[in-house]
């Protein structure tokens, strides 16, 4: 969403997916599978996604018990960044099954990145390192080379060391990150370098983003951003699970809200005593149940935690994608019932204002601008989620109050035109929240 507003201003904006697909996880996954499934790391496809999650699983158990099992794990990391052929081949399969996996996931969710992991990175790590210690920034600490950071302290008082390279001579996520913001400001040529993880990391990106000033990699000409995300609860307040405590996949939260989506929109067919196709009912499904996951995370408050409920976010009425998606249904509806061509009315349409709520809604629309330009400064989607959810509220209440295909001329084509520009209004809106519109419901 925030790429897609910051496009719609017209920036340059490089959609880059900083996948972890480097380090310690892949030695011990590929430790794990030689002893229970080698063929998974010679065959593409050899065990499904699902298994090898689950062996991910029972890997990192293995590292965190087995004092012989974390050495070997730690040796096939150093095999695999010294470009070992069998090393190298099981990795890149591991990886092409994990990204096949998450196109799926991003083609639902209507998104477009470039991926671009941490393995990107690994050549120009051992300059990060030189040069640190070319600027007179880097110490050694108990074998480990680091910066010692300004401002943080352990609980001793004393400054807090950010490690660069440890003592066997590896590197860690803050190594790649300043190779990454480097590689970005020369390479790429970025002016606003905008991270967007949890909140949890907060102090890692203050620290490194330190250790890239002092440096002198970070000019002021840059802007380096970090737009951190609270966590998704379950009902009962704590980090979102499944009953056996299991950490829910994104994939059957979308599936179970395209299927509550599809019953609830059966449910209205026959008790309006309707008939529709099952493509139609499909579709409908789809972008309705789709649209209410994204828009409930997006209309939160990105920094605070928020408690996830199919019933709330699902919901025709409240601040909901469901609710916006039926405002622009019925200015659709009214098109359709006065057979009205709403480009028929051209852009010179004279609007005129009478009632309360024409005021109110005219005026509204002409906030939109001003709320784009909010969003893309401080980031905050939740801003236009507010906007078009007061949007849909006061068109309703326009629409409510005021005959529009009823009413007289010049009343008649002003209050068409509001509903026009109510709609457009929406669907750019929505749009920008990564959200498409439908005709019917």
């Known amino acids: 969403s925030i790429a897609r507003i910051l496009e719609f201003q017209g920036h340059d904006v490089l959609r880059l997916n900083h996948v972890g697909d480097w380090g310690t996880q892949f030695g011990m996954l590929i430790t794990y599978l030689k002893e229970v499934a080698p063929e998974a790391l010679t065959t593409a496809d050899a065990i499904d996604l699902g298994d090898l999650v689950a062996f991910y699983k029972k890997a990192k158990q293995r590292f965190d018990e087995d004092d012989t099992f974390r050495e070997t794990a730690r040796l096939e990391v150093v095999k695999l960044q010294a470009g070992d052929e069998d090393s190298r081949?099981?990795?890149?399969?591991?990886?092409?099954?994990?990204?096949?996996?998450?196109?799926?996931?991003?083609?639902?969710?209507?998104i477009c990145l470039t991926e671009r992991g941490e393995s990107f990175y690994n050549p120009l790590l051992p300059g990060?390192?030189?040069?640190?210690?070319?600027?007179?920034?880097?110490v050694e600490d108990d074998g480990a080379k680091c910066v010692f950071l300004e401002g943080f302290t352990n609980k001793d008082g004393n400054p807090l060391p950010l490690i660069v390279q440890k003592s066997d001579g590896g590197y860690n996520y803050a190594t790649t990150d300043l190779a990454a913001l480097r590689y970005r400001i020369q390479q790429d040529h970025s002016d606003r370098i905008i991270y967007i993880t949890d909140a949890g990391q907060a102090n890692h990106f203050a620290q490194f983003f330190q250790v890239a000033k002092r440096a002198g990699w970070l000019p002021d000409t840059v802007e380096v951003v970090h737009v951190p995300f609270g966590l998704v609860q379950g009902e009962d307040g704590k980090k979102l699970k499944t009953r056996s405590g299991e950490t829910v996949r994104l994939r059957d939260l979308l599936d179970e809200a395209v299927d509550r989506a599809r019953a609830d929109l059966e449910a209205r067919i026959q008790s309006e005593g309707r008939q529709e196709t099952e493509e139609f009912i499909n579709h409908v499904a789809q972008v309705v149940g789709i649209s209410a996951v994204k828009y409930a995370d997006l209309s939160q408050n990105r920094t605070s935690n928020y408690i996830f409920s199919f019933d709330k976010m699902l919901a025709l009425n409240g601040n909901t994608a469901p609710y916006m998606l039926y405002a622009y249904v019925r200015v659709q509806g009214i098109s359709r019932k006065g057979q009205i061509d709403f480009a028929a009315l051209g852009t010179d349409a004279k609007i005129v204002l009478q009632e309360d709520t024409e005021f109110t809604l005219?005026?509204?629309?002409?906030?939109?601008?001003?709320i784009v330009e909010e969003v893309s400064q401080d980031l905050f989607p939740n801003k236009l989620c507010q906007y078009l959810f007061e949007l849909s509220q006061k068109f309703?209440?326009?629409?409510?109050?005021?005959?529009?295909?009823?009413?007289?001329?010049?009343?008649?084509?002003?209050r068409l035109a509001l509903c026009d520009l109510t709609a457009r209004t929406l669907k750019l809106g929505l749009f920008l929240l990564g959200i498409p519109t439908l005709e019917r419901m």
């Open 128 to 138: 990060v390192v030189e040069d640190l210690e070319k600027a007179g920034l880097l």
């Open 89 to 110: 081949r099981a990795w890149e399969l591991l990886c092409d099954q994990s990204r096949r996996e998450f196109q799926v996931i991003y083609d639902w969710l209507d």
């Open 396 to 414: 309703n209440q326009f629409y409510d109050r005021c005959p529009v295909l009823q009413a007289e001329e010049p009343l008649r084509t002003s």
């Open 362 to 370: 005219a005026k509204h629309l002409l906030q939109l601008d001003e």
